[in-house]
């Protein structure tokens, strides 16, 4: 693609708008909005009133004026990206505190089965988190197999299939009713960690058949730096699951302050302590600049700008390790590099910003609402001059910083 015809399809591109609708930096083209995506143009307002008016102004009365209902409200739009009816989603806590909660409640639904399944790679925290889980129920354990294993692995003693939808680091992409139903067959739940879906590519809990769920806010939701993530249930299993975290803002009826806990009935049952208001604040902005998008263009968008990385990346020899069928990865593209940490941060300090995963991969985000045809031709064309020149091999750019 030259850049007269990436500029072109700029031009015709129906997503083109929203990209107006975000703070991006001039000079910077962003590549890691599936690490942490850029301001929403109205996130710094709605945070302004959150902190001036709804705080400063009406103080504690704001409880009453909208604040107390946060979760659910933000969960209910959440569900519109992902196949789930409003009530099956509900906004709380980190994804990792997530997972907890529906590991453990996952492991004690039925007592006869006690084994988390997952795969070996997955993004780390979903492994961790589930050695914590397995240790908190008796007889409880992990076994986390090589993705090729997978099948095999789930029995009779699984209780829960727990997976990543789009690989974090290669963006490979599982067919969420087959494995699903394949967690069925054996009679285990599914878990599905929907981080680098949501927002991402499309996504259908229901017709999908799927149990739970939970997802981060702050990378294609634009939610803003560690904001609040979400977690779905079926409504099938909303009454027979409990959290493990039974703190005050799941119980019933948190304000007659009584001694035993009681969960609440549906997706409240699921809170756990007082929500952050401000952090709630910046995901409600980036959950609405979604309200109108539609999806499908977002994947057809998506597809087009993989097709025009991949074809940079095999011009300069790199090994692209996602998968070349949309339909098998998620919105962002990997390539394999024996410098890969030097060659991304010589990237950065020409401007280009994506990320190094670690030992040797690359990554670059592709993020429709706001990244351009000329974007990612202007991103080759750096790229190409870095591996020509063999800037990257500046011993400045090998220092490892604390986050990569």
């Avoid at 019933?252 to 401000?278: N, V």
Wanted: charged share 20%; aromatic share 8%; hydrophobic share 45%.
């Amino acid at each position: 693609m030259t850049r007269d015809e990436a500029r072109a399809r700029d031009a015709a591109d129906p997503l083109r708008g929203y990209r107006d609708r975000f703070a991006l930096p001039e000079g910077v083209i962003y590549l890691d909005g599936n690490s942490l995506g850029p301001l929403p143009s109205d996130t710094a307002p709605a945070l302004a009133d959150m902190a001036g008016r709804q705080w400063g102004e009406r103080l504690i009365r704001s409880w009453n004026e909208g604040w107390i209902d946060a979760p659910q409200r933000i969960g209910g739009k959440i569900a519109a990206l992902i196949g789930a009816e409003p009530d099956e989603v509900i906004v709380a806590d980190s994804t990792s505190v997530n997972l907890f909660k529906l590991l453990v409640a996952a492991l004690r639904h039925d007592p006869a089965r006690r084994t988390i399944v997952s795969e070996t790679g997955n993004f780390p925290t979903d492994l961790h988190i589930a050695e914590g889980a397995v240790g908190c129920v008796a007889g409880a354990r992990l076994n986390a197999v090589a993705r090729g294993a997978l099948s095999g692995a789930i029995d009779g003693d699984t209780a829960v299939v727990l997976l990543t939808h789009v690989h974090y680091k290669t963006a490979e992409r599982f067919d969420m009713a087959s494995w699903t139903a394949a967690a069925h067959a054996a009679g285990a739940l599914t878990l599905w960690d929907l981080s680098h879906s949501v927002g991402a590519v499309p996504v259908d809990l229901n017709a999908a058949g799927a149990d739970l769920a939970v997802g981060c806010g702050y990378k294609y939701l634009n939610g803003g730096p560690g904001a609040p993530a979400f977690l779905f249930v079926a409504r099938r299993l909303q009454e027979r699951l409990a959290s493990p975290l039974s703190g005050w803002m799941g119980h019933a009826a948190p304000f007659d302050f009584t001694d035993a806990y009681q969960p609440a009935s549906g997706m409240k049952r699921w809170l756990a302590g007082t929500p952050s208001m401000l952090g709630m604040a910046g995901l409600e902005a980036g959950v609405d600049l979604w309200r109108d998008v539609d999806q499908q263009a977002v994947a057809k968008k998506s597809a087009a700008l993989f097709d025009q990385f991949a074809a940079i990346g095999a011009r300069l020899n790199l090994e692209c390790v996602s998968p070349a069928d949309p339909e098998r990865r998620g919105s962002h593209i990997s390539f394999r590099h024996p410098q890969a940490y030097a060659l991304c941060q010589a990237l950065i300090a020409r401007g280009v910003i994506g990320d190094f995963r670690d030992p040797d991969i690359v990554r670059f985000g592709l993020t429709p609402l706001y990244l351009g045809f000329e974007d990612v031709w202007r991103a080759g064309a750096i790229l190409g001059d870095i591996l020509a020149s063999g800037a990257h091999h500046d011993p400045a750019f090998a220092q490892r910083n604390a986050v990569t």
